[in-house]
């Protein structure tokens, strides 16, 4: 099952928005990864190494307290924070990096907003000997020091954008122009499930193991299919992921969960499947957050990864045609969850993933007891305490402090 | 075809000369006295005005036309602003200079393909340089230009395999932008070697003149490329000229490179 309706189409979204002189690139990107597909030893390399390094199947948790205190469906948790660097990205990065050595190339570029992609890209340029330039926004930068001190750590240059809203948005423009100075010899790991033909395409099935593996996990665990599953969406590449291998099923519920930053009736948000209109930004018409002159609004959320103004193509279709759900979390919801799972599961979501958590307790009660919810534990928060602590902690359960 | 491209190039031609395409920011420093650079240009000896109009996200531009775009944006420039207000005062200062505009596509499609290209059409725009709009995506956008008369002028660029250029060039509008360097907008001290022979075998595929832009600066540039191409563009180096040292130094700049032009 597969709703692309031609070669990097999804219904009215996708397609190959670029300067002429990507255009090659892209195309001789499409043939490679065709044939890489097609080639049984890539898949077996990708698995091989997805399996002694990546540390996968990422498990399938039973969240007992969750369930217990959200009183419906029984809540399961996807774990790609367990995967090695902490988050999904790193299915995409060695994915790519290993496509791009068969390609022959010599160096990698990528963006990053929040930097797990910059790490996990950085990670997959240490172990296949590659060297990689990071392009980050000066802001995040600043906001993210941590990542920016692991990338380096890992051999990484990370080079700070100045310009725009100087984030995730102006960080891949950064890219997108050194790719077109430095196309031959170089590729361009693109982190979310968006960018130009085949991007939306190539990511989506690197991560769609994530989906794969639930299928059979869930299978093993409660005998079926989920009834649903929760991934939060900024460009959309842990929701296409664990989504995709699901798309077919319609008795699985999918819901994705956007961005509501400070408000929907705010500006300062990041709900581009909500309340974004058809555009074509950063190599594809998607729905994008824009005013009515076609200028890119600035997104706004509380983590990084959410903070940027477009969603994949893919993500855009479904949602449009209402195979995917779509919700909105706040910035203070995504804290109060992020609480809630860290006290009764004992575990530090990311930021991102905190929103997917936020929708949890509604979807459950929906769904009702006896029935299984899937949520995609995208990523550990490790990264985002030192945004989280400034907001103060709550006082400790059961003990006095 | 809108054919006052076609005619600019041709009396070019007939004067000897090689066609100057000079791009400046609209809005940038302020809608009214972008108006003012615009007839410089063409004092200073532009035969062509590419009217760039900002976008919040120009991939295709280097920090010479970025910082532009985001004055321009801070002026308040918008697709609709520049047609009503840019483009029919540099129409009634500059009557016989045919003016193209130069932007992204997500601004094209936010007004409407068709309601553009009409109300720009009105105003005497001649044609329209989109950098992130290649040829596969361009066909209905291209359907909707021709019914108006829009020249959609298609780029080339050193990436470009020989078979796609000629396909390009074959069927180009108004003239075909040879995109000189891999790369962003902005100038380059030297441009790259193998830049004449794709000029050359751009120009005899092409049913419509052929222009060389992106990295020229120079009056000796021009001369050189002139010898393959009927004309070169020029922008951020009048665009940083304008900026930084005024009207008179971009309206300088222009005819010296103009002078590189003439054979």
Not at chain 1, 268 to 294: I, K
Not at chain 1, 374 to 390: E, H, L, P
Not at chain 2, 132 to 138: R, V
Not at chain 2, 199 to 211: E, G, I, Q, T
Request: aromatic share 4%.
């Amino acid at each position: 099952m597969t709703t692309e309706t031609a070669a990097g189409r999804f219904g009215r979204y996708g397609g190959r928005y670029v300067p002429e002189t990507l255009v090659p690139a892209l195309q001789e990107l499409e043939e490679a990864y065709a044939t890489a597909s097609a080639d049984p030893a890539f898949g077996e390399e990708v698995a091989r190494v997805l399996r002694e390094y990546v540390g996968r199947p990422t498990t399938l948790t039973p969240a007992r307290r969750l369930t217990e205190a959200w009183g419906g469906a029984n809540v399961w948790l996807k774990r790609e924070d367990l995967a090695h660097t902490g988050a999904h990205k790193i299915n995409n990065t060695v994915g790519q990096v290993l496509l791009a050595r068969r390609m022959g190339k010599k160096r990698i570029i990528a963006e990053t907003g929040a930097g797990q992609h910059g790490v996990a890209t950085a990670t997959a340029c240490a172990l296949f000997g590659l060297p990689c330039e990071v392009y980050m926004g000066a802001l995040d930068v600043e906001r993210q020091a941590l990542n920016v001190f692991r990338m380096r750590a890992l051999g990484a240059v990370v080079r700070p954008v100045e310009s725009g809203s100087r984030t995730l948005k102006d960080a891949m423009n950064e890219a997108m122009r050194t790719w077109v100075s430095q196309v031959s010899d170089t590729h361009y790991v693109i982190g979310s499930a968006a960018g130009p033909h085949p991007y939306p395409t190539v990511v989506r099935d690197f991560q769609a193991v994530i989906g794969r593996e639930l299928r059979t996990q869930a299978q093993a665990a409660f005998g079926g299919l989920p009834d649903a599953i929760i991934a939060c969406v900024g460009g959309g590449s842990n929701a296409i992921g664990v989504l995709h291998p699901f798309i077919g099923d319609a008795s699985v519920r999918l819901v994705g969960v956007e961005a509501g930053g400070h408000g929907l009736h705010t500006k300062q948000h990041g709900a581009s499947l909500t309340l974004g209109t058809e555009g074509v930004l950063h190599g594809s018409r998607s729905l994008v957050l824009q005013d009515e002159d076609g200028q890119i609004q600035e997104a706004h959320s509380i983590s990084a990864g959410l903070d940027y103004p477009g969603v994949g193509p893919e993500l855009a279709h479904l949602a449009k045609t209402g195979r995917m759900e779509v919700r909105i979390a706040t910035d203070d919801e995504a804290l109060a969850a992020f609480y809630e799972v860290a006290r009764l599961e004992g575990i530090l979501p990311a930021l991102e993933t905190s929103h997917a958590f936020a929708r949890g307790r509604e979807l459950a009660r929906e769904l009702g007891a006896g029935k299984h919810l899937v949520i995609n534990c995208s990523g550990r928060g490790d990264k985002d305490v030192a945004t989280i602590s400034a907001r103060g902690v709550p006082p400790p359960v059961g003990v006095k402090e | 075809m809108s054919g006052e491209i076609a005619q600019t190039f041709a009396q070019a031609k007939a004067r000897g000369e090689g066609v100057l395409v000079t791009y400046a920011m609209a809005g940038d420093p302020d809608l009214p006295r972008s108006v003012d650079v615009f007839a410089a240009l063409v004092e200073g000896g532009a035969d062509v005005l590419e009217i760039g109009v900002a976008f919040s996200d120009p991939i295709a531009d280097g920090p010479v036309i970025q910082g532009a775009a985001e004055r321009a944006l801070k002026a308040g420039s918008t697709l609709k602003r520049v047609l009503d207000e840019v483009v029919p005062e540099v129409r009634k200062r500059c009557p016989q200079t045919p003016l193209v505009i130069m932007t992204y596509v997500n601004l094209i499609m936010a007004m409407g393909e068709a309601r553009y290209a009409k109300l720009a059409r009105e105003r005497g725009v001649s044609g329209t340089i989109l950098p992130d709009l290649p040829p596969e995506e361009s066909a209905s956008l291209r359907a909707t230009f021709d019914a108006e008369g829009m020249d959609l002028i298609p780029l080339c660029a050193p990436t470009t395999p020989p078979a796609r250029a000629e396909a390009i060039a074959k069927d180009g509008r108004g003239f075909v932008y040879c995109v000189s360097v891999s790369g962003v907008t902005g100038m380059r001290a030297e441009l790259p070697p193998d830049l004449s022979q794709r000029l050359d075998l751009v120009r005899k595929a092409a049913s419509v003149p052929v222009v060389a832009g992106f990295g020229i600066s120079t009056a000796e540039q021009a001369r050189t490329l002139s010898a393959h191409a009927d004309g070169v563009v020029v922008g951020s180096a009048l665009v940083r000229a304008a900026h930084t040292e005024g009207l008179e130094a971009a309206k300088a700049l222009c005819a010296d490179i103009k002078r590189g032009l003439r054979r």
